[in-house]
């Protein structure tokens, strides 16, 4: 009933000038946010957090990222819980140490996203230097090709590290395979200054442009995640909000994955893990009027409704 | 001192009708073993546990998987480590169910060797069915050249599965690759009843062939891992032999890697692992006057001494 209700709601408040809260059917002054974790197929223990973090706490969306060594695993999972709010974490680096993956395309078809090891660049600096946007389009086409394989009901894509929304050429390319598959994709409103014609013309269609982006930094680590996503959610803004985490247990393999990085490592990803799973992180979140949001919502009753 | 004598009875011994032992200037009887652990690159569990395995037990050469995630990390300790007894185990499967991985070679070079998904077959009997033996040397080379390009000092090279040994044209393949990179390969006796011309003129050269291969199968992991190595060890025949094990520790991640298959499973692994670091598995080899022998001195004192 309720469900009707607000499709009514929505279908009637379509005009672009319309906020997303309002497009949804809530007060122009709702408080929205999805909670969403980063990074599901990097490795086991990710898969396992995550998923214990989206079965028990407020984290209600995450993404998946395709490359990755782990992916069958959490593929497996997203084929067995067909309402879980998964998208794609579009991966065209592969940053850590000792841990590495490549591209999902054949290597042939896309030699300047990868180096003389055969592995995505470590770093988004080095991908720009050399990768071009023709290839970066064709590997984030497959990425999504083969999630679909996997029997994924894909509900966003986002880009890992920024990597695929790093040049206004990447960024149209990955704005385009969202269109082709009919998906929303994660990007804020940075993306109106972008003077880019592939760009100008996928925002003529009036996509879901999140108002804000939250994600924990280094200093905000340092001083304590509680301290840092309560003053996000103390302070959140009326509009549509999203808040990149990572949930991973700080365990040998994840230690071994993040070695010599302590910035996102494993006791990072455990801390996140271990607020979101806390009684106060659903306190604080009741207590704020928060509005809990999905992908899903997103995709079906806006990206799809039309 | 030791050394040099030992090189001048090699040098002296080379014949093809004197025996391994007697060709590194051991009595004709002695019971040489290399005591050789699988799977390195598999996982970090199995990284760690072949490293402490090597470093604190009697198990004195083990072999790589190049296509794998945790390649790096094993050519990272490789390279510090130029001693090491580390050789190649050349892989054209990707076994595990949750865990997945394919080619070092660009997929389209290599397209009969892989599934839709773009991973190796799961079995052995999928790759017989559709690989071709062309691509199999050509995905073989890669692997030895990108351990190479990682600075690691390859003593060897064997078989996954004995995926590369399953058809006398893949076998063909595997015998020329070792070749051109002048490495020892792990083959026994059956070797000799191949018949196939490309087999036959480079066994002319008189390689290593082993004596007698031993490994756990799974009847003799459930009566106990300790019971069938102690029967190994007491039984070893004279001649040169090679005893495969695989050494990880029974934790989530390799339980995750293995899961749904007990056999060659994480607590396998363990058992495995347990027994070769326990003070009874050296004092067998001692009561036995088993000889422990690498594949770095099969390697340098006759493949590469002509």
Not at 94 to 120: A, C, I, M, T
Request: hydrophobic share 40%; charged share 20%; glycine share 6%.
């Amino acid at each position: 009933m309720l469900f009707g209700l607000l499709a009514c709601v929505a279908t009637a408040g379509r005009s672009q000038n319309t906020t997303i809260a309002e497009r949804l059917g809530y007060p122009a002054d709702a408080k929205l946010l999805i909670i969403h974790a980063d990074d599901l197929g990097l490795a086991h223990s990710q898969n396992m957090a995550s998923i214990s973090g989206l079965e028990t706490s407020p984290v209600n969306s995450a993404s998946i990222m395709v490359p990755c060594p782990w992916f069958p695993e959490i593929a497996a999972y997203a084929r067995n819980n067909n309402s879980a709010d998964l998208g794609l974490h579009l991966t065209l680096t592969s940053e850590w140490k000792h841990y590495k993956w490549g591209p999902v395309s054949s290597r042939d078809s896309v030699q300047s996203l990868v180096n003389e090891n055969g592995y995505f660049y470590s770093a988004v600096d080095s991908l720009g230097m050399y990768g071009s946007a023709k290839e970066v389009e064709f590997e984030l086409r497959s990425q999504v090709k083969k999630a679909y394989q996997f029997g994924i009901d894909v509900t966003h894509l986002d880009a890992h590290m920024g990597a695929a929304v790093s040049t206004p050429d990447y960024t149209a390319a990955y704005m385009k395979v969202a269109k082709e598959f009919d998906l929303p994709v994660l990007m804020d409103s940075r993306i109106n200054n972008l003077d880019h014609p592939g760009v100008k013309s996928l925002l003529a269609d009036g996509p879901v442009i999140v108002d804000q982006i939250h994600t924990a930094l280094p200093p905000d680590f340092e001083k304590g995640m509680a301290q840092y996503y309560t003053a996000v959610f103390r302070g959140l803004n009326p509009g549509l909000n999203c808040l990149l985490i990572h949930l991973a247990y700080d365990d040998e393999e994840m230690k071994a994955v993040t070695i010599d990085h302590p910035a996102w490592g494993a006791a990072w990803r455990q801390a996140d893990y271990d607020f979101f799973t806390s009684p106060e992180c659903a306190e604080i979140l009741a207590e704020e009027n928060i509005v809990l949001l999905t992908w899903r919502e997103l995709r079906d009753k806006i990206t799809r409704a039309k």
